[in-house]
């Protein structure tokens, strides 16, 4: 068990719809990595926040969004789904004091689009 | 920018005999360069990392990497597979400029035969 928690573990919904994808760090992480994997893609990163601001963005759509709130928790919002939305979305984290720099990863959620 | 590339989709090994995955990565600055393992329907474990120090870096499961500078590279090493290593791998890196978000490569698919 990473210590990271992600919910839901399974999710399906329509095209256009908008779903939010909750994630719980590691106690004492303050940085929350949303990365995407699809098959033709691979990994792809999207979104760091580190204490609650933006610390990094990658290749995340403008029809997603994500925040990271005073607990630490973070939620990415998709809206306008598309089939193509379908994917495995991981959250990460690190940054405890002390900790090592290596992020640590939820089991993900799976959102499938249909 | 940075990126990771693993050169195979798939290592094909007996039980018994060593395994080598490999990874290659281009990075601005002192690469931190990781290994995670991915079991089916599973999220992302750390194996190993390597910061800065020795070239060999020890990790779970009786896994290890060498850190090779001058060919950019850090292959994943066991000097004796088993059926339950089958699994997929992937190698990050991460430079250590500012932008702390790890950079995936493909993943390779590691496949054990008894």
């Known amino acids: 068990d990473s210590g990271v928690t992600q919910t839901p573990k399974h999710l399906i919904t329509a095209t256009g719809q908008r779903v939010t994808l909750r994630c719980s760090p590691r106690?004492?992480?303050?940085?929350v990595y949303w990365y995407q994997q699809s098959l033709d893609q691979g990994l792809q990163f999207l979104i760091q926040?580190?204490?609650?601001?933006?610390?990094a963005k990658g290749n995340i759509l403008e029809r997603f969004s994500a925040q990271q709130f005073p607990d630490l928790h973070s939620e990415l919002n998709l809206s306008s789904l598309e089939l193509g939305d379908s994917a495995l979305y991981f959250c990460?984290?690190?940054?405890?004091?002390?900790?090592?720099?290596?992020?640590?990863f939820g089991q993900g959620t799976r959102l499938t689009v249909v | 920018a940075q990126s990771v590339a693993q050169p195979e989709d798939q290592v094909n090994v007996a039980e018994g005999n060593p395994l080598t995955v490999k990874c290659t990565y281009s990075v601005s600055g002192n690469p931190y360069l990781f290994w995670y393992v991915q079991y089916p329907n599973r999220g992302l474990q750390f194996l190993l990392k390597y910061i800065t120090g020795d070239n060999l870096v020890k990790g779970s499961y009786g896994f290890e990497a060498e850190f090779n500078k001058s060919q950019t590279s850090f292959h994943l090493k066991k000097p004796s597979a088993l059926v339950s290593d089958s699994a997929l791998y992937f190698c990050a890196v991460r430079d250590d400029t500012g932008r702390r978000a790890l950079t995936f490569g493909s993943g390779t698919r590691l496949q054990v035969q008894p």
């Open positions: 106690s004492g992480d303050l940085s």
């Open positions: 990460a984290s690190s940054g405890r004091t002390g900790g090592g720099t290596e992020a640590f």
């Open positions: 926040y580190y204490n609650g601001e933006e610390r």
